[in-house]
């Protein structure tokens, strides 16, 4: 379970007009470990693989080696699918960390915007019999820009997100 909304935020969420993001970065950060994890697997296995294939064409000569060695090196033989493989685990964990790091930031930034807004209302509140409630007026104002703040915020992520 990521990082949650704490309690006394709920609220000033829900008067902007937002829901708290149910992506899990814990889960994607735990995905990308497992990921990367696999890709150094990948990367031994490969290498354990391509020192088991040597032998076979030192001493040994025939139509049969010489096809095993072709078949082994060609650009889409085992050896090269293998690394292939290695590569694309360690993208795919790499991107699953940066994933979950900029959904962790989105979550931070909610927040911090979340919590200024609390400290604006309650300011407004604290000030309303001073200023005959007219620093009221101001509250509906901090959400518009809490509101537009938060747009930005998931928008950039989302962007981040596609163009990757």
């Avoid at 008067?15 to 993001?21: F, H, R, S, V």
């Avoid at 699918?81 to 360690?90: H, M, P």
């Avoid at 509906?140 to 747009?151: D, K, L, N, S």
């Amino acid at each position: 379970m990521g990082l949650q909304l704490p309690g006394e935020l709920v609220t000033v969420l829900g008067m902007i007009g937002y829901d708290w993001p149910q992506a899990d970065e814990t889960a994607l950060f735990s995905m990308g470990q497992r990921w990367l994890e696999f890709s150094g697997t990948m990367q031994r296995l490969t290498g354990e693989a391509r020192e088991a294939a040597v032998p076979v064409g030192v001493g040994n000569a025939g139509a049969d080696i010489e096809a095993f060695q072709r078949y082994w090196t060609e650009q889409d033989g085992p050896a090269q699918v293998l690394e292939d493989g290695a590569l694309g685990a360690l993208v795919a964990g790499t991107g699953l960390m940066i994933c979950g790091a900029i959904v962790l930031a989105l979550k931070i930034q909610v927040i911090v915007q979340l919590a200024i807004l609390a400290v604006e209302i309650a300011q407004a509140v604290a000030t309303a019999v001073a200023t005959f409630g007219a620093s009221l007026a101001e509250i509906p104002v901090f959400q518009a820009i809490t509101r537009e703040i938060v747009g930005l915020l998931i928008d950039q992520v989302i962007n981040e997100l596609i163009d990757g």
